[in-house]
Each structure stands twice: as C-alpha cells, then as structure tokens.
C-alpha cells in the first residue's frame, strides 16, 4: 500500500508529464485553450484545471462536430447549437463567432487530419471550488481535435442490436440542453457494452421513444411515414435534422409517405418497419434487433440505407455546408 506521497513542484511535475504517451493519448491531435490563449499539440498538456466549474460541477455546454476530407462538416449547425445551449444556462462564449470559428479552423490545421472529431467545450471558468457561477470571472472555451471512427454501417454493414435502457431520462429542460452533465449518457453506453449490444435507447416517462446516450432515433412505420420524437424532451440533433432534411428527397419521389415529428410508443418502436440511429459518429444506422426481437426482417432496410448513401454524399459534396479547413 502507498504511503508516501512526494509533493511536486513544477520542475518535477514537468518531469512526470514528459513520460511517454499512453496508447489513448495518441489519438488526441490538438487543443486550443482559451485559459492559455493558444494550441496544444502534445496531448499531455491537454489538461483543463480542476477548479473549472466544467470539472467539478458540471456547469457547461459543448458540442460535436467532424471534419471531412478537410472540410468541417455542418459546423454553423453546431456553434448555433453550442452558442443556444450555452445561452439557456446564461454562459457566453469568451470569443464571438469569427473568432470561434477561427479557432476551430485552426485547431485542425494545427493537428494535421483531415479526418477527425471536433469536441467544443465551454464552461464557466476557473474561480473556485464553490458551487456558485458568480465564482468564476471568464467562461472557458476548449476545442479538441481527435481520432473519429468509421461510420457504423460502414464497419457494421449487418445493422445495430440495441437494447431498451432502464436509466432514468433527463427532465425536458435538462433533455433539450447539451450539457457536460453526461451521468445518465455514460451509464446507458455502459449498460449497452455490458449487454454485448451497440446501443441502448430510452423511453421517457409516458412511455414514449426518447434518445439515446448520444444519438437520436426514429422509426419507419409499415405505411412508409418516417417519425421521430417531438423536440419537447430530447436534444435535437444536427444528424437527425440533417437526414430528415435529405428525407424529403425520397418523399418526392415516393419512397416515403411523409415526415412526422411526434410520440412513438414501445408497441409501435417494436412493430416498426425500419429502426434508424442518428448521430455525428454513427451518421445513419440502422437497427436489425431490439431487445432480441428482429427489426423488420432482421436486414438494414431500404430507407436506412438510402438516407445514410445521402448523408455520406452530403459530408463530401454540399458546399453549402463543408467549410474548408486548409486554404
């Protein structure tokens, strides 16, 4: 058992930091930190303080993002949504727009992919171990370039099995604000892995479809209408908004019937035709079992895999919304 336990200064703490990368930290490529007014790149120094009430109450918002091919995919959708998220628990970011837009750019200039994850994180700043905001003088702001993974369907091409949750939902306030506050998320992905399923997926308290630790969901119904959860209790995400703007496409031409926000009961998530995730990591996925029981024929299904072949060709070829990253 340790006993002794040396009190470092800050040339022996600099010693200890140099030691070498731990296998996960070499898929961190670069950090901007407002607290130190720059870009880090030797993922040892990514390092948030411990009385940032982002660390010790939770207090903060952030957000996704991904950069295709060398461009940031959607990235207007995710400021709005950090900048909304941080405007409902009375957080401004310390940059304006430009600039954050800048500072993400340049984040992944400075780690070098053009393929990666974008984390944005904004807290209320450093100030004290109390529990009060007014503690804290300047927000925080700290962007992280970092390893993504394939699209699901990509590495999954047989579909997601997933599994109902039995964590409590966040209260509609709480549901509809991306918050760091992720206990109830991480306890569903954990349920998810010990389970030896992808996903796990909740219903709230009227019984209803929810989310799930990171993505949304919907469902296709036997008459071809595509529906998802209403925006009142679950986080509204830009994947989701993003494909059921593209669903539109197969409304057109007769694929679908129609898009509808609303209630999705248990017996009708189960009998559905089609289960589709959505999220900034998964894109479009579709679902083949649910709590044992097979999705359709057990098979992706036709709308899946065709709002996913447009999500893909979206990420690469809309202009409109890929900003490039070099030049």
Same mark, same amino acid.
């Given at each position: 058992?340790?006993?002794?336990?040396?009190?470092?200064?800050? @040339?022996?703490?600099?010693?200890?930091?140099?030691?070498?990368?731990?296998?996960?930290?070499?898929?961190?490529? %670069?950090?901007?930190? +407002?607290?130190?007014?720059?870009?880090?790149?030797?993922?040892?120094?990514?390092?948030?303080?411990?009385?940032?009430?982002?660390?010790?109450?939770?207090?903060?918002?952030?957000?996704?993002?991904?950069?295709?091919?060398?461009?940031?995919?959607?990235?207007?959708?995710?400021?709005?949504?950090?900048?909304?998220?941080?405007?409902?628990?009375?957080?401004?970011?310390?940059?304006?727009? +430009?600039?954050?837009?800048?500072?993400?750019? @340049?984040?992944?200039?400075?780690?070098?992919?053009?393929?990666?994850?974008?984390?944005?994180?904004?807290?209320?700043?450093? *100030?004290?171990?109390?529990?009060?905001?007014?503690?804290?003088?300047? %927000?925080?702001?700290?962007?992280? @370039?970092?390893?993504?993974?394939? +699209?699901?369907? @990509?590495?999954?091409?047989?579909?997601?099995? #997933? #599994?109902?949750?039995?964590?409590?939902?966040?209260?509609?306030?709480?549901?509809?604000?991306?918050?760091?506050?992720?206990?109830?998320?991480?306890?569903?992905?954990?349920?998810?892995?010990?389970?030896?399923?992808?996903?796990?997926?909740?219903?709230?308290?009227?019984?209803?479809?929810?989310?799930?630790?990171? $993505?949304?969901? *919907?469902?296709?119904?036997?008459?071809?209408?595509?529906?998802?959860?209403?925006?009142?209790?679950?986080?509204?995400?830009?994947?989701?908004?993003?494909?059921?703007?593209?669903?539109?496409?197969?409304?057109?031409?007769?694929?679908?019937?129609?898009?509808?926000?609303?209630? #999705?009961?248990?017996?009708?998530?189960?009998?559905?035709?089609?289960?589709?995730?959505?999220?900034?990591?998964?894109?479009?996925?579709?679902?083949?079992?649910?709590?044992?029981?097979?999705?359709?024929?057990?098979?992706?299904?036709? #709308?899946?895999?065709?709002?996913?072949?447009?999500?893909?060709?979206?990420?690469? $070829?809309?202009?409109?919304?890929?900003?490039?990253?070099?030049?």
């Amino acid at each position: 058992m340790q006993t002794s336990f040396p009190v470092l200064g800050l @040339a022996e703490l600099a010693a200890r930091i140099s030691a070498p990368l731990a296998p996960f930290q070499q898929n961190y490529f %670069a950090m901007y930190s +407002s607290l130190f007014g720059g870009i880090i790149t030797d993922p040892r120094l990514m390092l948030v303080p411990a009385d940032d009430h982002l660390v010790h109450r939770g207090d903060g918002v952030f957000d996704t993002a991904k950069c295709v091919a060398g461009n940031l995919y959607n990235l207007e959708a995710h400021l709005d949504r950090l900048e909304q998220s941080g405007a409902r628990i009375k957080l401004t970011p310390p940059l304006d727009r +430009s600039a954050l837009r800048a500072a993400v750019r @340049a984040t992944v200039r400075a780690g070098g992919r053009r393929d990666c994850l974008l984390r944005l994180l904004l807290g209320r700043g450093p *100030g004290s171990l109390g529990i009060n905001p007014r503690d804290c003088p300047r %927000a925080s702001l700290y962007i992280q @370039a970092y390893a993504g993974h394939p +699209s699901f369907m @990509a590495a999954h091409p047989g579909g997601a099995r #997933i #599994i109902t949750s039995r964590v409590p939902v966040k209260p509609g306030f709480f549901a509809t604000i991306k918050t760091v506050n992720y206990l109830p998320n991480a306890l569903m992905k954990l349920e998810a892995a010990e389970a030896g399923v992808d996903f796990s997926v909740a219903f709230d308290d009227a019984g209803q479809l929810a989310e799930g630790a990171t $993505e949304n969901f *919907g469902v296709v119904t036997a008459d071809r209408r595509l529906r998802v959860p209403g925006p009142a209790h679950i986080l509204l995400g830009t994947t989701m908004n993003r494909a059921l703007a593209l669903a539109e496409e197969l409304v057109r031409d007769g694929s679908l019937r129609a898009l509808e926000h609303g209630d #999705i009961a248990r017996t009708e998530a189960l009998a559905a035709a089609e289960v589709l995730i959505f999220g900034t990591t998964p894109d479009v996925t579709s679902v083949v079992e649910w709590d044992g029981q097979r999705i359709g024929d057990g098979r992706p299904g036709p #709308i899946g895999t065709a709002l996913n072949a447009r999500l893909q060709r979206d990420q690469r $070829e809309n202009s409109a919304l890929l900003t490039p990253v070099w030049g």
